[in-house]
């Protein structure tokens, strides 16, 4: 075979390869990302105590509190939202203790924090709190006080 009979079955195999690629590529980055990430504000109660609100739209999960009712604020807190999208390496810290575990592989993912000692969780299809699930609730405050420590 000449070497011009074979540069124009070569160059269509790799543009269809190409094409190919990026189709893939798009639909598998797409069914990753579609549901969106974890946002997790971390804020204080209506009584002054620690809390965290989680929100996650695409499992309608919306305003989740959990309040540390026995716990005080960091001096010079303010509040933040951070929104769990690209992953990080653990443990690092966040403002009531550290995210311990994060799998953002497919969105939302699993994030796990340490905070005051009490572990959370959060699972598309169950939170939990110090290893006892929950389900999810939208607009609900869950107190998680010390004496419920594992």
Not at 82 to 106: E, S
Request: charged share 15%; net charge positive; with cysteine.
């Amino acid at each position: 075979m000449k070497v011009d009979g074979l540069l124009k079955p070569v160059a269509l195999s790799f543009v269809a390869a190409l094409i190919l690629y990026a189709v893939a590529y798009t639909g598998i980055e797409h069914r990753r990302t579609f549901k969106g990430p974890w946002q997790v504000t971390f804020t204080n109660s209506a009584a002054g105590a620690p809390a965290l609100v989680i929100n996650q739209p695409a499992l309608t999960i919306t305003n989740v509190q959990i309040i540390f009712p026995d716990q005080s604020l960091p001096p010079g807190f303010a509040a933040m939202t951070l929104t769990l999208r690209d992953p990080r390496p653990v443990p690092h810290a966040v403002p009531f203790g550290n995210c311990i575990f994060m799998d953002t592989t497919f969105l939302p993912g699993t994030i796990v924090f340490n905070l005051f000692g009490h572990e959370i969780q959060l699972i598309p299809r169950v939170l939990t709190i110090d290893k006892q699930e929950r389900p999810w609730r939208s607009n609900e405050a869950i107190p998680v006080a010390s004496t419920n420590r594992l």
